[in-house]
């Protein structure tokens, strides 16, 4: 959303290291695991929007300004975390969401348990993903999101704000990698330490890149990314003491690179991306 919008957002790791912080933090205290998410999107905006305010309305540059919102997001969420609770030898843990089994459908042989045997977040996950890919492509706010992304002249010609929908765009998309990091510590684990996102907001950088900026690819590749994870886990325990285990870690992302550089080439690019909009200038 934020690229398609003209905007590349640095700051997903350190957004997502934060929601994952914030939602899980949320649960512990008392709260419920939708309210821990919800908190974690409101976490996610705020960054958000300090990202877009630097970047869209000052102009400035979206690689240091992303990569500072990074530091600045994790650096805040060690501190917050430390602050809250003592240094303990084990991590205090919360109780996640259960998966949920969709009738007749995760009775299927091979693929019934793992696909419709999920938490509720994967499954909002998925139809956002479809619900994301119907507004940009079919709706008016989708195209006006796309061509401030492609062309924010031709925006302002029509009679909108390119900058307010730049800004609304990248406060949407922040919210949505807080989310995911909050899915982590709500769904995935149970527990929250500071470097458990462990490079997943660079690999969705990627996977922009590899998608050509279109929703439905980018889940697909998202699963993909998800499918060489899983593996590396399992060949772990296969040839245990056999190889170094970081071979094993590295895998997916090295997979995630040539992936990037074999799609890049015929990527097209969307032709405002990361260049300031001024008004009245051309």
């Not at 042989?109 to 909002?124: C, E, I, R, W």
């Not at 922040?174 to 899915?183: I, K, Q, R």
């Amino acid at each position: 959303i934020c690229e398609r919008a003209g905007v590349l957002n640095l700051g997903i790791e350190g957004i997502m290291t934060a929601g994952a912080m914030v939602g899980w933090m949320t649960v512990y205290q008392g709260g419920d695991l939708w309210t821990g998410l919800l908190a974690a999107a409101l976490t996610g905006a705020a960054f958000g929007l300090l990202h877009a305010m630097l970047t869209v309305p000052l102009g400035l540059s979206q690689h240091v300004t992303g990569l500072g919102i990074t530091l600045f997001a994790s650096s805040l969420t060690y501190y917050v975390f430390r602050l809250s609770l003592p240094v303990s030898s084990s991590p205090p843990t919360i109780e996640p969401f259960r998966p949920i089994a969709i009738p007749v459908l995760s009775d299927l042989p091979f693929l019934g348990a793992a696909v419709f045997t999920q938490t509720a977040p994967t499954y909002l996950a998925l139809a956002m993903a479809g619900i994301v890919a119907y507004t940009l492509a079919r709706t008016p706010l989708g195209l006006a999101v796309r061509m401030a992304g492609e062309n924010p002249h031709a925006v302002e010609a029509q009679g909108l704000d390119p900058i307010a929908i730049r800004i609304g765009a990248v406060v949407t998309g922040s919210a949505m990698m807080a989310v995911g990091g909050a899915c982590l510590t709500t769904a995935a684990f149970i527990s929250f330490f500071p470097t458990m996102i462990q490079g997943r907001g660079w690999v969705c950088i990627a996977l922009v890149v590899f998608a050509s900026w279109r929703p439905g690819k980018a889940l697909f590749g998202a699963l993909l990314f998800a499918l060489f994870d899983a593996y590396q886990l399992r060949l772990q325990h296969v040839v245990q003491g056999v190889l170094p285990y970081q071979l094993f870690l590295m895998v997916p992302y090295v997979l995630s690179i040539a992936a990037l550089v074999a799609m890049s080439r015929r990527a097209r690019v969307p032709q405002a991306l990361m260049q300031p909009y001024r008004r009245g200038e051309r």
